[in-house]
């Protein structure tokens, strides 16, 4: 069975840096890129950039180009999501998502980690 | 860049049919997708490349796209169907989401 299973809630302060997870399982993680989505409170989703973690190679958004990372860890199946300095903005809900037997759509989504950033 | 516009909210009775739109510049010429999201839970994918149904994913949800317009229709919608839907297409190695439209069953 294909999954995905991310890290938990976090809560932060404006400044601090963050990784969250992604770990794939049940399927070759390095067959099929992960793409991390946005949905801020009560907002659409946003799509952030995705990662082939067969070789890193990433593409963002132009949204969210220079003000987020992601890379990929193969040997563990995990995908990571990073922030150097958050923002009260950052607050939001945060998926990863791979395509995997749906041409480019995205069919297999993770339970989502909450992030708040609030002084 | 890349935009898909659906309209925010759509209102059907049990039992009848829903059509819910998205617009974007010669969408016909790109795959279009569709996502529904409940309260509370991840995404799911509810139909892919134009008029593709995932595994376990109803009949009764099926898609069209041409020209500048993909549709997704829910034929004899159920309350379980209540929800906000998202409509997704690729451009130049980007995602771009539509800003979802809410169904309501009443």
């Known amino acids: 069975e294909v999954q995905l299973v991310q890290s938990g809630a976090e809560v932060k302060k404006p400044g601090e840096s963050l990784r969250i997870s992604c770990k794939g399982s049940g399927y070759s993680f390095t067959s099929y890129w992960i793409s991390w989505v946005r949905q801020m409170p009560g907002k659409g989703l946003e799509w952030m950039g995705r990662?082939?973690?067969?070789?890193?190679?990433?593409n963002y958004s132009p949204s969210f180009q220079g003000h987020v990372t992601i890379s990929a860890d193969k040997s563990i199946s995990t995908a990571y999501l990073q922030w150097s300095s958050l923002k009260a903005s950052d607050t939001a809900m945060y998926y990863c998502?791979?395509?995997?037997?749906?041409?480019?759509?995205?069919?297999?989504w993770g339970q989502g980690t909450l992030v708040t950033v609030s002084s | 860049s890349y935009e898909l516009t659906q309209p925010p909210s759509v209102s059907v009775s049990p039992g009848q049919t829903a059509s819910i739109t998205c617009s974007g510049d010669k969408l016909g010429d790109k795959y279009a997708c569709w996502y529904q999201q409940k309260p509370g839970q991840s995404p799911v994918l509810v139909n892919y490349q134009d008029n593709e149904r995932p595994s376990g994913i109803p009949e009764r949800f099926s898609g069209s796209n041409s020209g500048n317009t993909a549709t997704l229709t829910i034929s004899g919608t159920q309350a379980m169907d209540e929800a906000d839907y998202y409509c997704q297409a690729w451009d130049i190695s980007t995602v771009v989401f539509g800003g979802g439209t809410k169904l309501t069953v009443l």
């Open positions: 990662i082939d973690p067969s070789d890193s190679y990433t």
């Open positions: 998502a791979t395509s995997f037997a749906s041409g480019f759509a995205l069919d297999y």
